[in-house]
């Protein structure tokens, strides 16, 4: 999406629309599309202004529970997300997906690590290799 027009280009076309022109004529005089001085035109009659309005997503629904949701995962940390999602819908009320929850922690700079158990049964990555038990005294 690419940056909204300036101010003075809306202002223009406005005042164009308001000296007589159509906005469609108005429009081309400007070299926009029809629709945005139609917007334009519309939003300076509602507002008195032609400023752009503010861009930018909707908030998270966990924002007002973030204090809450830290205590959480500080007091309890191997939870799961399958697991956390399940305390928010018993806790607050609020059915929020894994994915919320895991864009909240990215955006709040919360890391986790799950299920220990089966890291400490993975292979060891760096360590004794078999060739080295080979010289130890008592083994053949």
Same mark, same amino acid.
């Given at each position: 999406?690419?940056?909204?027009?300036?101010?003075?280009?809306?202002?223009?076309?406005?005042?164009?629309?308001? $000296? #007589?022109?159509?906005?469609?004529?108005?429009?081309?005089?400007?070299?926009?599309?029809?629709?945005?001085?139609?917007?334009?035109?519309?939003?300076?009659? @509602?507002? !008195?202004?032609?400023?752009?309005?503010?861009?930018? #997503?909707?908030?998270?629904?966990?924002?007002?529970?973030?204090?809450?949701?830290?205590?959480?995962?500080?007091?309890?940390?191997? %939870?799961?997300? $399958?697991? &956390?999602?399940?305390?928010? %819908?018993?806790?607050?009320? @609020?059915? &929020?997906?894994?994915?919320?929850?895991?864009?909240?922690?990215?955006?709040?700079?919360?890391?986790?690590?799950?299920?220990?158990?089966?890291?400490?049964?993975? $292979?060891?990555?760096?360590?004794?290799?078999?060739?080295? %038990?080979? !010289?130890?005294?008592? @083994?053949?």
């Amino acid at each position: 999406m690419g940056a909204a027009h300036s101010e003075d280009l809306r202002s223009r076309v406005v005042a164009e629309v308001a $000296a #007589g022109s159509s906005r469609r004529q108005a429009a081309a005089r400007f070299k926009v599309s029809p629709a945005s001085a139609i917007r334009w035109t519309t939003l300076e009659a @509602q507002t !008195g202004s032609v400023r752009a309005r503010p861009r930018g #997503g909707k908030s998270s629904p966990l924002e007002p529970h973030g204090g809450w949701l830290k205590d959480l995962v500080a007091k309890e940390p191997d %939870l799961t997300l $399958a697991e &956390i999602e399940l305390r928010l %819908l018993d806790g607050l009320g @609020q059915k &929020i997906t894994e994915r919320s929850i895991r864009r909240f922690f990215k955006r709040h700079a919360i890391s986790y690590k799950k299920n220990a158990a089966r890291l400490r049964a993975d $292979a060891a990555r760096r360590g004794r290799s078999a060739r080295a %038990l080979e !010289g130890r005294p008592g @083994q053949p």
